[in-house]
């Protein structure tokens, strides 16, 4: 029999915290019952929440801390304030004494990034880490990085995300050498930023057993799934998380008042609503949740600030995957193999930012 | 009564060429009379596809020529190519020269900025051209920059990019001081590159008369309408435009496939095809075609290679509009209002790329 997956939560984490930490946990464990979870926050407010919820409560041990770093922290003054002390950081540091598998935090991102570094150290041959998300496709699910937990970097920073990216979906998808891209202005060679160019040489000529590089994917070949790992830097990779998820939200906008103007499309929305029941829980933006803090020494996942226990409960479902199917020794073993994918990389470069 | 608007168009340019372009030209000019046509390329391409639109046929000249640029030349391979020849060159000169209001092409963007550049140089105070397109958000519409003519940038280019900006949402939307927000990965004071937050101190230091700066916008802000301006510099504007292109598309897909699933959603569709009309007339990507390239003496548009002639005539339409109410003055007296908005910004820095 498989041991239990042990997750601790950053209780007091996100926009709400514990009212929203507690009963997301709670339908993560109805749906796998073979999780023990830590929870660190305020007793007081965490106390209330599990009354709800018995089966959590006898699947759940507390660690209290009435230190909480908050959504407006810089993460120096989080580190400053918090080390040690605060939720988010204690949790985190649950995973590093090996009481824990995986540490999941609706919290500043920053913060936990900064927070995350400092406490967990990073992989060896690995400078930075990355926020990777499972990003839905016409043809599935690619995984996407980086999200925004640094910005900028060089060829070589390029390199190790697609390494890391191509990890976590074979993790995650199942595969043995996932298709990887790099996110670029066009598909022509001499496109994009020199790094990007650089980078794409790299990969072209290391050849890797772990993964198959396709070449460049502009922004729209992201949802046509062109790609199992898309490679951008922060910066740009959080701007198009973004566009995409500003899209999504307003096309469903338009849709809802356009089946709402007349009767005639209310009495259709009737006879459809089963569709549309598909359509809303295929584009429930609350079901890719969760994004993983890849290239540190444990594993981090990250929740939205603003999500609702549903949605807390999917990222707490990425975090049960990645530590069922051991996401860091696969990393570590993607990265050592043959004699070290980045260690063969040539010269390092300086990051641009 | 108005003078007529003289638009150029590059018949060879684009996917198809003329048999896109002309029946293009004709839709507009069914919508404004008060148009003139250069059609410029091959005769023998322009003619048959002319002698279906009798009334387009009255209302147009043509310069022939059998060059032209490729969808796949590089730019400086455009340039060496057809320079003085290429149907995409001589009709730009059409502008130059003051034969024309405007010139719109479905060409290459690589070679139309290049040749743009070359042929009609930049305005005083601007270093390089910037794509900015019409995106449709939740309040309205803003103007998004630059959407890849080049990629990266200091903060004085940021700056320059609000100034044209501002001019062309003022032209477009009909404001006296839009307000005008940079593009970043979070709205706090310290996010992002350096020179975005430079640029954020500058346009706030300069308190310009003709733009209300608003600070960072997410790239969910843009769909949001959180500004009429939106700035960034060409590589993450590509992607944030690209992915959110591909998410409508990707979501259309869902919505068609999800409404042909059952019996039920398709008669529930045939009572509410009103209102799928409308939603497709709302969200048809064709209206949002044509993106102006600013910072030239004189005026390029820029359509999609790949779209149709309802399409094109869109491009066309945002040329004409862009023409008829006088562009290219207001963007000179915008740079040059007090003393010339980008003279008065501090020292020029190297751009990143």
Chains 1, 2 share one sequence.
Not at 128 to 155: F, H, N, Q, Y
Not at 230 to 254: D, H, P
Not at 277 to 282: A, D, F, G, V, Y
Request: net charge neutral; with cysteine.
């Amino acid at each position: 029999m498989l041991s239990k997956v042990r997750i601790a939560l950053d209780a007091m984490g996100g926009d709400v915290g514990a009212p929203v930490v507690i009963p997301g946990a709670a339908i993560l464990l109805a749906r796998h019952p073979d999780i023990e979870f830590l929870l660190v926050g305020d007793r007081a407010k965490i106390e209330p929440e599990l009354d709800k919820h018995p089966a959590l409560k006898a699947a759940s041990r507390i660690i209290h801390t009435d230190v909480a770093v908050s959504m407006e922290d810089k993460p120096s003054q989080a580190l400053r304030r918090g080390r040690k002390k605060a939720s988010m950081w204690l949790a985190i540091e649950a995973v590093k004494k090996g009481e824990a598998d995986v540490v999941v935090s609706a919290g500043n991102t920053g913060a936990l990034v900064a927070m995350a570094r400092f406490c967990l150290r990073m992989l060896p041959g690995i400078d930075r880490p990355a926020l990777a998300a499972i990003w839905p496709t016409l043809r599935g699910e690619s995984v996407v990085l980086d999200l925004g937990a640094t910005i900028g970097g060089d060829a070589r920073h390029l390199v190790a995300l697609a390494v890391m990216g191509a990890a976590m979906a074979s993790v995650h998808f199942n595969l043995t050498r996932p298709k990887v891209g790099l996110l670029n202005i066009g598909v022509e060679e001499m496109k994009g930023h020199e790094e990007i160019r650089e980078a794409a040489e790299m990969l072209r000529t290391m050849n890797l057993p772990q993964l198959d590089y396709v070449g460049f994917v502009e922004g729209d070949g992201i949802g046509k799934g062109l790609a199992d790992v898309i490679v951008t830097e922060g910066f740009s990779g959080n701007i198009a998380l973004k566009a995409a998820e500003g899209t999504s939200r307003q096309m469903l906008e338009v849709l809802r008042s356009a089946m709402a103007s007349s009767w005639l499309s209310r009495i259709g929305y009737l006879f459809a609503r089963g569709a549309f029941q598909t359509l809303r829980e295929k584009l429930d933006p609350r079901k890719s949740n969760g994004s993983v803090l890849l290239g540190l020494n444990g594993v981090v996942v990250k929740s939205h600030g603003g999500t609702d226990a549903e949605g807390f409960a999917y990222a707490v479902d990425v975090g049960y995957e990645m530590a069922r199917y051991d996401l860091l020794t696969k990393i570590n073993q993607m990265l050592n193999r043959d004699g070290g994918a980045l260690t063969s990389v040539p010269t390092a470069q300086e990051a641009v930012s």
